[in-house]
């Protein structure tokens, strides 16, 4: 599937793993101060736990989905696709994918980029610590001190504006709750042996 270029296109996406009504619900919600309170306490407390591996945007993603889903009741969704900086692919290649080979195996390993849409906010707890690590993209981690500066740990912004930001994202594929689980179970074991811990699910 093509990128999706309005929140119209976005809420079929939604609807087609989560029904009409969740669609509906999706393009109707606005942040307010007590979710967004509650998504700033779930990202800070992951930050401090998720260590530096591959792929470390989707799983963080992931796993804020699964926490934020237990606490606030607001449209949480996640989303894959491409990361466009100044219009061209930083992370992601803006090609089409089959979303539910890439989300099905017991392994994760894709490069395109994975992130939380509250309703018509973007959620991207991976895209400061990429560009702060030095393992990412030169051309992001340029873009975000120039744009952002040092010290910033999440982004939040109404899609819409992203690109004011020299940011696009390019949504290809909103995942099913299954696939969020499978995905939120490879980032558990990423958390686990970074602790030198067991790296199954009990």
């Not at 744009?147 to 992203?162: C, E, I, M, N, Q």
């Amino acid at each position: 599937m093509s990128s999706i270029k309005d929140s119209a296109q976005l809420g079929k996406l939604v609807a087609h793993h989560h029904g009409w009504a969740a669609a509906k619900t999706f393009k109707t919600y606005a942040l307010n101060e007590t979710d967004q309170a509650a998504l700033s306490r779930a990202a800070r407390d992951l930050l401090k736990v998720f260590p530096q591996v591959p792929r470390a945007g989707a799983l963080m993603s992931a796993a804020l989905a699964v926490t934020l889903e237990r606490q606030i009741a607001a449209p949480i969704h996640l989303v894959a696709g491409t990361l466009s900086l100044e219009g061209a692919p930083v992370i992601g290649d803006g090609g089409s994918f089959d979303g539910a080979e890439v989300f099905a195996g017991p392994q994760f390993d894709w490069d395109g980029h994975v992130w939380l849409m509250m309703g018509p906010q973007v959620v991207d707890i991976g895209l400061f610590r990429l560009a702060y690590s030095g393992e990412g993209p030169a051309r992001l981690a340029k873009h975000v001190d120039l744009v952002f500066g040092p010290g910033k740990a999440l982004y939040v912004d109404h899609w819409s504006r992203t690109r004011k930001q020299g940011l696009r994202y390019e949504p290809h594929y909103v995942l099913s709750s299954e696939e969020v689980t499978r995905l939120m179970g490879h980032a558990f074991r990423a958390i686990q042996a970074a602790r030198g811990g067991p790296s199954h699910q009990e």
